[in-house]
């Protein structure tokens, strides 16, 4: 089964800090780009990071940017996202998903597989 | 950074109809979007990308088309499954931006 699965999120006082992990099984790992994107409650979705199969590109969205850092691990089949200095908005529910591709390995531009999220709550 | 206007916001609709959701560009992406639907608790689900390819195993009731920076869904016929929120997300080099959702509801 292709599976991507989040964990890490929790309660966190501003200014605190967080670290989420995502595995991935089913499919090859490595000859895919993943991102992270989160959901506040009750708004829409929000892309945060880019990682590239290697690691060695990354992107970030501005909101994020200088605060989070997103890696990734192949030999555990695994994207990382550590969180500093957050804030009240970073609430949210945060999913990993997978660029899509298709048979030809052409980039489809959007994610065909998310996991189910995790919840990262920011409050004192 | 590329914006993307969804209309309209909410949609209410019945079992039948023709529905169709618009999403507007604030440059040109040329066929570099997707659409999502995501219901309740649960993560979104990919229906079109580049505009107007259907994904691996989604009806084809739903339908995509345009280009540049004016773009449309369309649910050829609304089933009771197809209640939910749906999402339009450009894709413009390493950078991704949903719109802001539509709802489409019972009439």
């Known amino acids: 089964e292709v599976l991507l699965e989040e964990s890490g999120g929790g309660l966190v006082q501003p200014g605190g800090s967080l670290r989420l992990s995502c595995v991935a099984s089913g499919f090859t790992f490595n000859r895919h780009e993943m991102n992270w994107v989160r959901q506040a409650p009750g708004k829409g979705l929000e892309w945060i990071s880019y990682?590239?199969?290697?690691?060695?590109?990354?992107f970030y969205a501005d909101s994020v940017k200088d605060r989070f850092i997103i890696s990734r691990d192949s030999a555990r089949n695994s994207i990382f996202l550590q969180m500093n200095s957050l804030r009240a908005e970073d609430t949210a529910l945060y999913y990993c998903?997978?660029?899509?591709?298709?048979?030809?390995?052409?980039?489809?531009?959007?994610?065909?597989?998310w996991g189910q999220g995790t919840m990262v709550t920011v409050s004192s | 950074d590329i914006q993307m206007v969804q209309s309209p916001s909410t949609l209410s609709a019945s079992v039948g109809d023709r529905v169709t959701i618009t999403c507007r560009a604030s440059q040109s992406i040329s066929n570099w979007l997707a659409w999502y639907q995501q219901k309740p608790g649960k993560a979104p689900k990919l229906l079109i990308y580049?505009?107007?390819s259907l994904e691996n195993g989604v009806p084809s009731r739903f339908s995509g088309s345009g280009s540049g920076t004016e773009f449309t869904l369309t649910i050829s016929t609304l089933q009771p499954d197809d209640f939910a929120t749906y999402y339009c997300q450009q894709y413009n080099g390493y950078s991704w931006t949903f719109g802001q959702g539509t709802k489409v509801e019972v009439k």
């Open positions: 998903a997978r660029v899509a591709y298709s048979s030809s390995w052409s980039s489809k531009g959007g994610f065909d597989m």
């Open positions: 990682i590239s199969t290697s690691g060695s590109t990354i």
């Open positions: 580049k505009a107007s």
